[in-house]
């Protein structure tokens, strides 16, 4: 155990997690099922932690589990890569967005909260202080992803970002320009996934979407995964990758690690 490095725990419990005898741990993936008293203490002996993901259970949203980990933060300098799997309230939600202004080495962000309006703007506020991040995904509750959503997002998110997931539970809107102004700022975007309401069909298409994306290879639209060829100056969106190849994808399919960790977390 001395020198196992990543650690996968189904049902987390910290009394029971031996972190003295993990000293080269540095990814974490806990799912909580249970009472959490323990691991705000449990993760400040985890300096070393590069990668955390947790998942907390319907029952236990309620609880305080964002204002331990907000606490934590500090105690984690070479955290890079963050999920969090679970709705919270309004609350806990501030609190934490004002702890994670302070991870500045962040690079990869996942959280599959439905963000309210006013979230929404306090969350942006701190991603806009991750200079470093490279992968985020965000949902958000109230707002549809038209091209002033765009604008304002790309206004908090760094020109490096590499990978976006978005996800709305309203419908699509129609205009073909809605993410234009996505390819003028995130010039090295090469992961789009846009998923809206599975109850209305988009009327734009993956080819409409990846007009004017200069480093687009793969995309994810309407819960189909296409990868991005050229033909000279014309951008071609390959046919849909199978039902088989997205239950089963590896790092392989992908050729890209960054790719693979975001849609790990989409299809938990």
């Known amino acids: 155990m001395q020198?196992?490095?990543?650690?996968?725990?189904?049902?987390?419990?910290?009394?029971?997690?031996?972190?003295?005898?993990?000293?080269?741990?540095?990814h974490l993936e806990i799912m909580l099922h249970g009472p959490h008293e323990?691991?705000?203490?449990?993760?400040?002996?985890m300096r070393r932690l590069q990668s955390f993901s947790i998942i907390i259970a319907q029952s236990y949203l309620s609880t305080p589990v964002l204002e331990e980990m907000a606490a934590v933060i500090p105690y984690l300098p070479n955290l890079v890569a963050l999920a969090i799997h679970g709705s919270v309230v309004t609350a806990d939600?501030?609190?934490?967005?004002?702890?994670?202004?302070?991870?500045?080495r962040l690079r990869r962000m996942y959280w599959n909260h439905l963000f309210?309006?006013?979230?929404l703007r306090i969350y942006l506020q701190a991603i806009a202080a991750l200079p470093k991040l490279?992968?985020?995904?965000?949902?958000?509750?109230?707002?549809?992803?038209?091209?002033?959503?765009?604008?304002?997002?790309c206004r908090s998110l760094p020109q490096q970002l590499s990978?976006?997931?978005?996800?709305?539970?309203?419908?699509?809107?129609?205009?073909?320009?809605?993410?234009?102004g996505l390819w003028t700022y995130l010039t090295g975007l090469s992961f789009l996934n846009v998923q809206y309401?599975?109850?209305?069909?988009?009327?734009l298409t993956a080819q409409n979407v990846v007009c004017g994306s200069k480093a687009l290879q793969l995309i994810g639209w309407d819960g189909q995964l296409h990868e991005v060829t050229r033909l000279g100056a014309e951008l071609v969106v390959?046919?849909?990758?199978?039902?088989?190849?997205?239950?089963?994808?590896?790092?392989?399919?992908?050729?890209?690690?960054?790719?693979?960790?975001m849609m790990r977390h989409l299809f938990l």
């Open 38 to 45: 323990g691991l705000g203490s449990l993760l400040r002996q």
């Open 197 to 203: 309401s599975r109850c209305s069909k988009p009327s």
């Open 163 to 180: 990978v976006l997931s978005l996800y709305s539970p309203r419908t699509c809107p129609d205009d073909r320009s809605t993410f234009s």
């Open 3 to 26: 020198e196992l490095r990543f650690l996968r725990v189904a049902e987390f419990k910290p009394s029971r997690l031996p972190i003295s005898r993990l000293p080269a741990l540095t």
């Open 93 to 104: 939600i501030v609190l934490f967005c004002w702890s994670l202004r302070d991870c500045t």
């Open 134 to 153: 490279e992968i985020f995904h965000l949902s958000v509750a109230g707002d549809q992803l038209d091209a002033c959503f765009i604008a304002r997002l």
């Open 116 to 119: 309210s309006p006013s979230e």
């Open 238 to 261: 390959e046919p849909a990758w199978s039902e088989q190849k997205k239950l089963f994808f590896e790092v392989e399919d992908f050729g890209c690690e960054c790719w693979n960790w």
